[in-house]
């Protein structure tokens, strides 16, 4: 190049940006001794620190802000040659601008171009490479910094600015131009369809919940309500609500914030994490995050943008998001799958997060189950519910999550055994459920006539759940064809409430069997008065009332009975509810659905939730043009209008799982549930 060359490099500790200067840098292919520089390297704590022995330089900058796009000549070994020795480092581009006056400095803290060209993972890699100094030492510290300098300037020569940074794409350019998020953005879906009245109005209120981060779209907040004058949190971006949003934007051909959205939380899954003195798993992933902008030191008039993760401790009785890491594996596999950019799940760094989240799943400990177990309130459910042990939700998604990661993980030395370990859980996880959590009109005859207190390894009530647990309302609501899987499991306890997104999450991942999924549909269906009613769905059923209430959530008054997570309506359940039925060949259902909502959410103003037995009311609480509300409406009738599209995101029978079952049932035993799947 003949333009100078300017890059701030920091070792992931505020304030302590080091500046290298050149107009040949290693950084573009050329070695910085070649000007008279000199550049230690030292690894230290798999910290890089660098240092510069300076001299006057002038520096220069691309104007545009670049977020993370590749702007490095691919064909080049960065810094050198140094490989994955860097991969620690965090390389970022940063501006000032100008606002009303005052330069306004923006930095942003994103995954590392030099990691851009080692995307794959495989067992040439060496002992110090960048997936064992992430594993080892790279948590307890914050992402890094390149800073922008001046206006004026320009990182590339202009030929060449032109010739490369404008043609910077997501992936091969295939997937539609996925990098324009500006304010003058139509609200229309860029596939060409002509869309309702209704459908334009989501996509204007879902692009108005976008959040920028240092000039790139990095998710949505949970919702955007005018009249809101204590948000709370729900003007933070949040893993699980952003997934129907991440859905509808990929279904429209825009990945750029998908794939923004998915770095930058797996940086935030490094951060330190600490609730009084006591700190959880590395592989923890944050609830949410927020974009703040807050004055530089020492810098009058300038600002940066950093983000700030909640692991749970500002939550409301600190839980941890369980799910939070399960929904970002799905999300992972879902960007690949639409996009056919499986470059970023063969990243190292993206290859060590999904490690690093299983790893933590798949520890070992007391339990006897396969089953993951839970405090109240780790996933959706965010409050006290009593759904602490092993609801259903969380194993759906546990079960999805071990289903992906198998997909997305590169096998090698250092993979092998948790692809084994991965291949056993779901052997496992899938039998418990399928035997143990479906409840159907056959089997609570069963429950009925139960002996208890057996004491024997043959023993049919392996749980010893007493008969008396079978409430008075379920032996009329359950239909006589059809069934559903249970809320929770433990000893001498099942939960008999119809939790909805587990079941329907259950039939989208095949841990229930087919026969099961298809009475999953047929009681929803059969039930469509008291699921669905007014609005969809139920989030579960029936409500606690009167003591149960009292007892089960302690009084609490925004869980009082139908309302919220008690029995409250939910309409972003709709695209859940629409990717299970496509998946069944039930494509009727869903749009039966989908039109009971379209009647209401607009007049509503895009509420989270609905109260009352049939949902007629807004919630009491419920914030308006809720952003997964809408992007769940989108997601529904994007998938209804390409259901060919909903094969990305559901799976069959996993076949290779029946051959290696491992339930341990003997010959003129109970049959195996999933044999009996195969034979079917």
Not at 483 to 498: K, S, V
Request: net charge neutral; glycine share 8%; aromatic share 10%.
């Amino acid at each position: 190049m003949n333009s100078g060359g300017c890059l701030g490099v920091s070792s992931m500790k505020p304030c302590s940006n080091i500046l290298i200067l050149g107009k040949k840098s290693s950084i573009f292919g050329s070695s910085l001794l070649e000007r008279g520089h000199s550049c230690e390297y030292n690894l230290s704590k798999s910290q890089l620190k660098l240092y510069y022995s300076s001299i006057k330089a002038n520096c220069s900058h691309n104007r545009k802000i670049l977020g993370f796009r590749r702007v490095i000549d691919s064909n080049r070994r960065v810094f050198g040659g140094s490989g994955s020795n860097w991969g620690q480092s965090k390389v970022f581009l940063a501006d000032r601008v100008k606002k009303n006056g005052s330069f306004r400095s923006v930095i942003a803290n994103v995954a590392s171009n030099i990691r851009n060209n080692s995307n794959s993972v495989g067992s040439r890699l060496p002992e110090n490479s960048f997936e064992n100094i992430y594993i080892q030492g790279g948590f307890n510290v914050k992402p890094l910094i390149i800073e922008r300098i001046e206006e004026s300037q320009d990182l590339f020569g202009k030929d060449e600015e032109k010739g490369k940074v404008d043609e910077v794409k997501v992936n091969d350019g295939t997937f539609g131009d996925t990098n324009r998020f500006s304010e003058a953005e139509v609200s229309e879906p860029a596939l060409g369809i002509h869309v309702s009245e209704v459908e334009k109005e989501a996509w204007e209120l879902l692009r108005g919940a976008i959040v920028n981060y240092c000039g790139s779209p990095v998710g949505t907040v949970a919702a955007t309500d005018p009249a809101d004058k204590q948000p709370l949190n729900y003007d933070q971006v949040f893993i699980r609500d952003f997934v129907p949003s991440a859905l509808a934007f990929l279904l429209n051909g825009e990945g750029e914030i998908v794939k923004n959205f998915l770095l930058h939380t797996l940086q935030l899954q490094s951060w330190e994490k600490t609730v009084d003195c006591y700190s959880p798993g590395q592989g923890l992933m944050p609830a949410s995050f927020k974009v703040r902008n807050v004055p530089l030191d020492g810098r009058d008039g300038e600002f940066e943008d950093l983000l700030d993760p909640d692991f749970g401790e500002s939550a409301i009785g600190r839980v941890a998001p369980v799910d939070s890491g399960l929904w970002w594996i799905i999300l992972l596999r879902s960007y690949g799958k639409i996009t056919g950019d499986y470059s970023l799940q063969e990243r190292v760094d993206v290859q060590t997060g999904i490690r690093l989240i299983l790893n933590l799943c798949l520890t070992d400990g007391f339990d006897m189950f396969p089953t993951l177990l839970v405090t109240d309130g780790s996933c959706m459910i965010d409050r006290r519910m009593g759904i602490h042990g092993h609801p259903l939700e969380i194993q759906a998604l546990f079960y999805s999550a071990l289903r992906c990661s198998r997909e997305m993980l590169t096998v090698n030395d250092t993979t092998k055994n948790l692809v084994v370990a991965i291949n056993n859980r779901l052997s496992a996880l899938s039998f418990h459920v399928r035997e143990y959590y479906w409840v159907d009109l056959k089997k609570i005859n069963e429950i009925h006539r139960y002996k208890t207190e057996e004491y024997s390894s043959e023993a049919v009530n392996k749980f010893n759940i007493y008969p008396e647990q079978i409430p008075g309302w379920l032996v009329d609501w359950i239909p006589d064809s059809g069934g559903y899987l249970c809320g929770n499991l433990q000893p001498a306890h099942m939960d008999f409430r119809f939790f909805t997104l587990g079941n329907l999450w259950s039939v989208i991942s095949s841990l229930s069997t087919d026969k099961q999924s298809e009475g999953i549909l047929n009681l929803i269906e059969e039930k469509w008065d008291d699921l669905v009613a007014e609005m969809p769905l139920k989030i579960c059923y029936p409500a606690l009332e009167h003591d149960e209430w009292r007892i089960i959530t302690g009084g609490d008054p925004k869980n009082t009975p139908w309302s919220y997570h008690n029995g409250g309506s939910w309409p972003t359940l709709t695209w859940q509810f629409t990717l299970a039925c496509i998946k069944m060949g039930r494509p009727e259902l869903a749009r039966k659905a989908v039109a009971v909502a379209e009647q209401r959410l607009p007049g509503d103003s895009w509420p989270e939730y609905y109260d009352t037995k049939q949902g007629r009311f807004t919630g009491k609480q419920a914030r308006l043009q809720q952003t997964w509300t809408i992007a769940g409406y989108l997601t529904s009738k994007m998938l209804l209008r390409n259901p060919e599209m909903a094969s990305m995101l559901f799976w069959n029978e996993d076949y290779e799982v029946l051959e290696k079952c491992v339930c341990g049932l003997k010959t003129g035993r109970r049959n195996c549930y999933r044999l009996a799947a195969r034979s079917q």
